[in-house]
């Protein structure tokens, strides 16, 4: 009971002990307008129904973006004031403040903007909201809470890649040639007669050197190659200072790579040791290699709702469970912060198989140890480094 209330109620029992029916008329009737009023603007903001335009929202960072929202007043009695406040979560916030004041009429309705600004990767909610008003004079409010929320997700960050990190010997994709079907250089079919603007490097020297004419090598065909990325953001294998800013670099690395290979109309998909925002899976994430826009948005989705695994779980287990449900033409791209003994155990594997690998760490210092013969290396410090990365890619030869 407010001190309003308090107050009147008083006066009506004083004017029991008063002579006079000008007395009695006046607080009676101040008394019946006032409780009167009261429930009437008590009922009608209880009856106000909230509706946004919509449910989900998909950004980049930086983007910006508005969600309306529209307030109908289905009664007969005027609300003079409804103050209305918006949740809306700190990474979200383009303003200092989501208050907004309104005047609605008998059946009315009005409809706000709520600007948005994505300013970090993750998955975010704006709303519910909070709905207040009360007599002309401010002497009663009242207060109810909107139902209603729309998930705003932050994909993460994107950075062009032009080669996809892998050099020219090696192919990386399907496309079309203007005169001739690709090959892939990795696997050698047999030998031929060698024919002018042949690469010098694709010489079979042994065949030439028996037959005593210049052979050169002959390659198996591309069919397609699909791209996969094995993603390592196990929190025990970084380092406590840069944990935050280093699995976020492994993410956007892994979001550039299904980008680029998206545009060139390959196959792709990722295999993650991570956690999920929106659920309990893991500690292996996958959404399988495929095609299309559809693929990458849910792709981008996964990206944005993944935290890191705290659970322990080996690199090999990671590994072991891509290699059984991709094909041998699918290039594997191991995004991690260092590639320990045992992973480089399971990575040389995977080469042994014929799988195509590249490995990017994510580290702020040069590797020490050595890696398997015949994986590609890049190391990723900056987030300016990603779009250089088949630039800076480089052949391991121990």
């Given at each position: ?6 107050l ?35 009922n ?40 209305i ?49 009360g ?60 024919v ?33 990325v ?6 025990e ?16 690395v ?52 993944m ?46 198989s ?38 800076e890619a ?5």
């Amino acid at each position: 009971m407010s001190t309003w209330t308090r107050l009147l109620l008083v006066a009506l029992f004083l004017a029991l002990f008063f002579q006079g029916k000008v007395v009695y008329l006046t607080l009676y009737s101040l008394f019946a307008i006032y409780f009167g009023f009261r429930r009437l603007v008590r009922n009608a903001l209880q009856r106000l129904t909230v509706t946004r335009d919509l449910r989900r929202m998909r950004l980049f960072p930086g983007e910006q973006q508005e969600v309306t929202v529209r307030v109908e007043h289905p009664g007969r009695v005027p609300l003079t004031w409804v103050l209305i406040e918006e949740r809306v979560e700190a990474d979200l916030q383009a303003r200092p403040e989501y208050r907004f004041a309104i005047s609605l009429k008998g059946r009315d309705a009005s409809s706000i903007r709520i600007p948005v600004e994505a300013k970090r990767r993750g998955v975010y909610r704006v709303g519910p909201m909070t709905l207040q008003t009360g007599d002309p004079f401010g002497i009663d409010r009242f207060t109810v809470e909107a139902g209603g929320e729309v998930e705003v997700i932050v994909y993460p960050n994107v950075h062009p890649i032009g080669s996809l990190g892998v050099p020219g010997s090696i192919v990386s994709g399907s496309y079309r040639a203007p005169r001739q079907s690709l090959t892939d250089p990795s696997r050698v079919s047999g030998v031929r007669e060698y024919v002018p603007g042949d690469p010098i490097r694709h010489i079979h020297w042994r065949a030439t050197a028996h037959t005593g004419d210049l052979k050169v090598k002959r390659f198996e065909p591309v069919k397609h190659l699909d791209l996969a990325v094995l993603l390592d953001l196990a929190e025990e294998r970084y380092k406590s200072w840069n944990r935050s800013h280093m699995a976020e670099l492994a993410i956007e690395v892994t979001a550039s790579l299904l980008w680029a290979a998206s545009e060139r109309r390959q196959a792709f998909g990722y295999y993650a040791l991570a956690r999920s925002q929106s659920d309990a899976r893991g500690p292996i994430l996958r959404t399988g290699v495929r095609k299309g826009e559809v693929h990458l948005r849910a792709c981008l989705e996964g990206l944005a709702r993944m935290g890191m695994d705290a659970g322990g779980t080996a690199f090999e287990h990671l590994v072991s469970t891509a290699s059984r449900e991709v094909t041998r033409d699918t290039t594997l791209f191991v995004i991690t912060p260092e590639l320990s003994v045992g992973g480089g155990v399971a990575v040389a594997r995977l080469i042994a198989s014929g799988f195509r690998v590249s490995l990017v760490e994510v580290r702020d210092d040069e590797r020490s140890r050595p890696l398997p013969r015949g994986l590609r290396y890049s190391r990723v410090t900056h987030r300016s480094e990603i779009s250089r990365l088949g630039g800076e890619a480089r052949q391991a030869l121990v």
